[in-house]
């Protein structure tokens, strides 16, 4: 391999790290300014949407998101049966963190079908959460 696609390699990681940074600071702040973020929940108020991460085998994301538009935008297709629901800010800190924890989950942050989207620890996304509070 050429130094020159190491370099491009480099920035190309860099720049999706930056979009990711961006991603995950304007969810944070839509979150914090609204107080909820929005899931997808299927017709019997019991299931979620969960999916398999791009990133790590055999592992599960939930998608979440900062405003009920971008969820409403994936209740087509195969989640066309799902309608989005909120979860408020204060119940995913205090639930909702340390179960998807001890399940292994992830939490894709506003999640975007066919792109390469921000799946973080759910631990990391409540600790930033609860910094961006403190600032």
């Not at 790290?17 to 019997?44: N, P």
């Not at 079908?113 to 609860?130: G, H, R, T, W, Y």
């Amino acid at each position: 391999m050429s130094p020159y696609n190491d370099v491009n390699s480099h920035s190309f990681k860099r720049f999706i790290m930056t979009e990711q940074t961006a991603a995950l600071t304007g969810f944070i702040e839509s979150v914090k300014q609204h107080q909820v973020l929005w899931g997808l929940q299927d017709e019997t108020g019991e299931g979620w949407v969960v999916c398999d991460s791009s990133e790590f085998e055999e592992t599960d994301v939930m998608p979440l998101w900062s405003s009920e538009a971008a969820a409403k935008s994936h209740c087509t297709d195969e989640w066309a049966d799902y309608n989005p629901v909120t979860i408020t800010l204060t119940e995913f800190l205090e639930y909702w963190v340390s179960d998807l924890n001890d399940d292994g989950v992830l939490i894709g942050v506003d999640w975007e079908a066919e792109q390469e989207c921000l799946e973080i620890d759910p631990i990391v996304l409540a600790k930033e959460l609860v910094d961006f509070e403190k600032e």
